[in-house]
Every structure is written in C-alpha cells, then in structure tokens.
C-alpha cells in the first residue's frame, strides 16, 4: 500500500522561504516519477512540480519557475521542493505523489487519485 508522508510547510513571510519533504513508503520509490501538488481554498488541485525517476528530467507550472526546485534521494525515497522567495499566492495545502509528468500546463498527474497523504500546510503572509 503505498503511503506518504509530506512536511515541512508552516507560515513565513513574503520573499522568505521553506522546504518541504516528502517521504514514500509502499512502493519501489526509483522506478516512478514523484511530483508536488497543491490545492487553495476554493480551487482545484493543481501540479507545482514533478521530477522523473532519476531526478534528471524535472518540470514546473509557470508560476514557480525560478523559484521552486524539485529534488529526491532515491536512497532515503524521500522528495523535496524547495521554495523561494514565496508569495501570498503560494499559500496552500502540498500534496506529494506519485505521478507522470507533463511538460505541458497540467505539469503531473496522479497515478494514484483516490489516494493522497495528509499534506502540509504552507501559508505566505504579504
């Protein structure tokens, strides 16, 4: 049963930064591609972020280009998405999962969509 586990959100400031960590458990971790997902209130679920099976090939949504950085350690099967110089418009619950990746506007899809972890938290105050 695959189960993951993310944190690391919390409440910072405009232009400050955080670091979110996602643990997996239940699945052989190399062999997918893992993204980070995220919901606001009102909205619908959207892709931030995905990274390949490796880690070499990654993507983002327009809007956390240049500020957002997807990694993973394989060994731990544990993925990160840093984040910097964050913005009201970031706040919202992260979701991590395992997905395909796009390289379009949609980002990742779930491979998973009746499944999701508990997400953390992340709110940016202006």
């Known amino acids: 049963q695959v189960q993951v586990t993310e944190s690391g959100g919390g409440l910072v400031q405009a232009g400050g930064s955080l670091r979110l960590t996602c643990t997996a458990s239940g699945l052989d971790f190399d062999h997918y591609a893992v993204a980070w997902f995220r919901q606001a209130p009102g909205k619908e679920r959207e892709g931030v972020s995905c990274?390949?099976?490796?880690?070499?090939?990654?993507y983002y949504a327009d809007s956390v280009t240049g500020r957002f950085t997807i990694s993973r350690d394989n060994a731990k099967t544990t993925i990160y998405l840093q984040m910097n110089n964050l913005k009201p418009e970031d706040t919202a619950m992260y979701y991590c999962a395992p997905a395909s990746c796009s390289g379009g506007s949609t980002v990742a899809d779930a491979l998973f969509p009746s499944y999701w972890g508990q997400g953390t938290q992340v709110t940016v105050s202006s």
């Open positions: 990274s390949g099976r490796s880690g070499r090939s990654t």
